[in-house]
C-alpha cells in the first residue's frame, strides 16, 4: 500500500526527480494550451454592436460563386484580373471578389448610403458607423479597420474630408 502512494506522489511532483530537478514541464511535457476570446456585445449606439463580420450586404467570405448568384442574381459586370486570379462580379453599389471559387472581399461603394452586417443595416455616415463598429483596431491614411474573429471591416476615408469612399469586408491577414 505505502509503495501505490510513494508511487503516486511521484507521478503527480512537478519535478521529474532527475539529478537536476528540473521541472516536468522542461522534460518534454508541456501544459495545454488554452484559447479564449472574450466579445463585447452592447446594445445599438453604445458601439462594438458586432460581435463578429459574418456578412456584408448579405455576403459572407465562406460564400462560394454558386452562393453569390444565387444570394445577388447574374452581376451586371463580370471582370478578370488574370495576374492575381481574381474575379470581380460587379453590381449596383457593390462587388464581390472571388478567387478559386470563395469569396475573397466584398466592397460597398458610398452611393449605396447603408450597408447590411449581418443583417442590421447602418447608414455610411461616420457617426452611424463608429457607433456601430466600435473603436478602430487600426486608423490608416486611408481608413479605419475593426477587427472581428480573423474577420475585418475597412471603412475607406478621405481624411481631409471625411468623405466615405468604400467599404470592404475581407479575411484578417
Request: with cysteine; aromatic share 8%.
Amino acid at each position: 500500500m505505502w509503495n501505490v502512494v510513494l508511487l503516486l506522489m511521484g507521478m503527480l511532483s512537478p519535478y521529474s526527480g532527475g539529478a537536476g530537478l528540473e521541472p516536468a514541464s522542461a522534460a518534454g511535457m508541456t501544459a495545454p494550451a488554452v484559447h479564449a476570446s472574450w466579445s463585447v456585445h452592447s446594445p445599438a449606439g453604445q458601439g462594438n454592436v458586432f460581435e463578429d463580420f459574418e456578412t456584408l450586404n448579405g455576403i459572407a467570405l465562406t460564400d462560394r460563386t454558386e452562393d453569390v448568384l444565387r444570394k445577388k442574381g447574374e452581376p451586371l459586370k463580370v471582370t478578370h484580373e488574370p495576374l492575381l486570379g481574381t474575379t470581380e462580379y460587379h453590381y449596383a453599389d457593390m462587388t464581390v471578389g472571388l478567387c478559386d471559387g470563395l469569396t475573397e472581399y466584398v466592397h460597398v461603394e458610398p452611393s449605396a448610403k447603408s450597408i447590411r452586417v449581418n443583417g442590421q443595416s447602418v447608414l455610411l455616415t461616420t457617426g452611424e458607423l463608429s457607433s456601430a463598429l466600435g473603436e478602430p483596431y487600426h486608423e490608416g491614411e486611408d481608413g479605419d479597420v475593426y477587427l472581428r474573429n480573423h474577420q475585418a471591416i475597412k471603412v475607406f476615408k478621405d481624411r481631409t474630408t471625411g468623405d466615405i469612399s468604400g467599404v470592404d469586408l475581407f479575411f484578417e491577414e
